[in-house]
């Protein structure tokens, strides 16, 4: 569901101090642009000098502060205003900064110009191979960091350079086992106005290469963007590799750890006893985030179809896949656990089995904790004397450290018109309809909470994955019979629990067939749960291939139609 970003970078601050400053000015020069440049300018405040301002922006107790406005043909030389007006997280105003003493830093988060098929013209953050990051995305400007002074109450200009531009980035080699494969999506191209790709991550099982006649079951592992295929090592552990410390997991070492479980899980693929099948991350970043949620989509286009009917069988072509429904499964978590059961659902005919852990909201009548049907505002609890913020984030004791204001707020800095490139702006982008403007119509307003209740029914019919299993299963329940398990913690970070009861509720009552899966959940487990009760969630995580890979092979051989391949790849 959420991207953490780090960074190890260490800052090189020139030391200024100015009295009286409550106005940024920030400019680029034709140095880094001849044209002029569209795009959401960030100032980006700390008082950590530890690493870069803009790797310290996010959604937790430790975030720092974050002004966003929108520029539309800034050209070189020319001043971007930030100053009381600008919108800001957790800060609203540049007024409310304390004064004392900042490391400041300012970046342009480019956006380009979409023709869309729909006749609307939109302007985007198109994704740039890091992932729809805004602090990482090649092409954007940013400034060298300064330390400053600050006293907002007394005005005063201070002036800030966006001197340097984010690089290019390196593409991954091939590898024995890896393969970075990329194709041109027609019906993506068709749709953006432009030409649009889509690409993936393909591990390769042992032997493939040996066994020219082979044909292989397809794994499907949905999730956030990946660069290349994660957690698999081919080398041991770095011995000589700093210890770092994750505060996700209050761990120690976390990043050996890692590389320990990458290297076993390539020894576990190499050896005799593995199941041989290919696995692949899809990459399907977009102008609205890293990843597509693998669903056709009125603002983000037919990514469900592409993947499924273009994607996915250029890459069983020429990596010898089976090529057939019954030979695909799809497991991830997260985001990745949405993707892998609506997937599941929409197209029961391409996929045999979903093994979806700690999915995103799957019924939205707990869309986290709103009833989007039921409820007035998204941010407060209904009440006549009170004003209860609903909580966003906690921890496994409860313990809150966002709410869902917080976590609106920090997305409508970054940037307007769902273009945060963050989470509830994904699922409003996917799951509305287009609005007025070319933009998708908000589910609810993000200044103060209140639900677009017409908005609502649009996501319900579409998207509201509960709602559309109870509607439809005297078609869809003979083709999902035993292809759905869920799994999740019941102390979910983002109360994702909460949806998985009620789809289990539904699906324990189902006859005509009985759905024949499994729904589980662990002991105050936390996101991401992935149904090992035998291991803590910092290890569990790590063996999501072990552990869904040799279920869904034992599948396959119990539903294999009849004249089947079964034996070319089971050597």
């Not at 439809?472 to 949806?499: E, F």
């Amino acid at each position: 569901m959420k991207r953490f970003f780090l960074s190890t970078l260490l800052l090189t601050l020139f030391s200024i101090t100015i009295s009286a400053q409550s106005k940024f000015a920030i400019s680029f020069t034709e140095q880094h642009s001849k044209t002029p440049l569209d795009g959401r300018i960030l100032l980006l405040i700390s008082t950590d000098g530890s690493q870069e301002p803009r790797f310290q922006i996010n959604d937790g107790l430790q975030t720092q502060q974050i002004f966003g406005t929108n520029v539309d043909g800034l050209k070189p030389g020319q001043q971007a205003i930030i100053d009381a007006s600008a919108f800001g997280y957790p800060r609203h105003s540049v007024r409310d900064i304390p004064a004392g003493t900042y490391y400041v830093q300012a970046l342009l988060h480019k956006y380009e110009t979409f023709q869309r098929k729909d006749g609307h013209t939109v302007k985007l953050p198109m994704d740039r191979g890091e992932g729809q990051q805004w602090n990482r995305a090649p092409g954007n400007l940013y400034s060298t960091p300064i330390k400053l002074t600050v006293d907002p109450r007394k005005g005063g200009t201070i002036n800030l350079t966006l001197d340097k531009i984010i690089p290019p980035i390196v593409p991954p080699k091939d590898t024995k086992y890896i393969k970075h494969v990329k194709m041109q999506s027609k019906l993506l191209t068709e749709f953006w106005g432009r030409p649009m790709y889509l690409g993936a991550n393909v591990l390769l099982p042992e032997g493939w290469d040996t066994h020219p006649n082979a044909k292989y079951p397809l794994m499907i592992y949905h999730g956030h963007f990946p660069a290349t295929f994660g957690g698999f090592r081919e080398e041991p552990p770095d011995p000589n590799l700093k210890p770092d410390y994750s505060e996700r997991f209050k761990l120690a070492g976390y990043n050996k750890i890692q590389q320990e479980y990458a290297h076993e899980f390539y020894k576990e693929w190499t050896g005799p006893n593995f199941p041989r099948a290919i696995i692949i991350e899809i990459q399907h970043a977009n102008p609205f985030y890293d990843d597509s949620y693998a669903v056709n989509s009125a603002n983000l286009g037919p990514y469900g179809d592409a993947i499924t009917y273009e994607l996915i069988p250029f890459i069983e072509k020429q990596f010898r896949g089976l090529g057939q429904g019954w030979a695909r499964f799809m497991y991830g978590g997260s985001t990745g656990g949405w993707e892998a059961l609506a997937a599941q659902v929409f197209y029961p005919d391409e996929y045999n089995g979903c093994y979806a852990a700690c999915p995103d909201p799957i019924d939205f009548r707990q869309f986290t904790v709103v009833n989007i049907y039921e409820d007035d505002n998204a941010y407060f609890a209904k009440s006549q004397w009170k004003r209860t913020p609903r909580p966003g984030m906690r921890n496994y004791l409860g313990h809150v450290s966002a709410t869902m204001e917080e976590l609106n707020r920090f997305e409508l800095a970054l940037g307007d018109k769902t273009r945060s490139g963050q989470q509830w702006d994904i699922w409003q982008a996917v799951y509305s309809p287009v609005g007025a403007d070319g933009y998708p119509k908000p589910i609810w307003d993000k200044v103060t909470g209140k639900i677009d209740k017409t908005v609502a029914e649009y996501w319900r019919e579409r998207y509201d994955l509960g709602y559309i299993l109870k509607r439809d299963w005297a078609k869809l329940g003979p083709k999902l019979q035993g292809k759905i398990h869920l799994y999740c913690g019941d102390m979910d970070n983002y109360y994702l629990n909460n949806a998985v009861y009620l789809v289990e509720d539904f699906l324990k009552t189902t006859t005509n067939p009985h759905y024949d899966g499994q729904v589980d959940y662990g002991d105050r487990a936390e996101h991401c749960w992935n149904g090992d009760h035998t291991r803590p969630n910092a290890i569990s995580r790590l063996r999501y291939h072990q552990m869904f890979v040799p279920k869904a092979i034992e599948r396959l051989l119990k539903t294999a139609p009849a004249g089947a391949d079964v034996t070319s790849w089971r050597y």
